[in-house]
């Protein structure tokens, strides 16, 4: 990798956690409960379009946008790298499993909006949650007796941003449009 490409990724890696870390923050604003979980998580679409659309370079953006985001709250790195973890691994999964059943980015055919929701939407956050709501209980942040309630909160919030975010990221990556019909749709 020539040193100019290298800055080039590293300048972007900086910006767009800039971008996620934006997201997390817009994520707070709807949240309802401790912890800052929201029911809708727009960086977790930004985390899945950017593995699954751009490539698995992009994995730093993530972690480090969960990182400031935990910070900003007053968590502990732990925690921030915690959610990050559980973020990625979100993201890997759904890319994976897009990749494996041959999801087209741009839902060229029928059966490629059902696959997303169900292998892109529904069930990576399950993992999510999983992770990211023991890394909450194991720093103190969620009681024991709301681990369902903070699971079922984090799994609903990364599934509508990544059924919200994602598919949006999706069809404006041809931008600039070549006929009006596209820029409608």
Known sequence: MRISSALRYLGLVVVLSGVYYLANRLGLFLRISYG?????????????????????????????GEVLSARYLGQSWVLGLSGGLSQLTEGLLATGLLRQFKVHGDFEQARDPVLFLLLGSLLPPVASAVFGTAGLWFNGIVPEGQLLYAGFTWWMGDAMGILIITPFIAQWRQWPF????ETAQ
């Open 36 to 64: 800052g979980l929201s029911p809708l998580w727009p960086a977790a679409g930004i985390g899945v379009a950017l593995l699954w659309l751009y490539g698995l370079r992009w994995w730093p953006v993530i972690v480090i």
């Open 178 to 181: 070549k006929a009006w019909r």
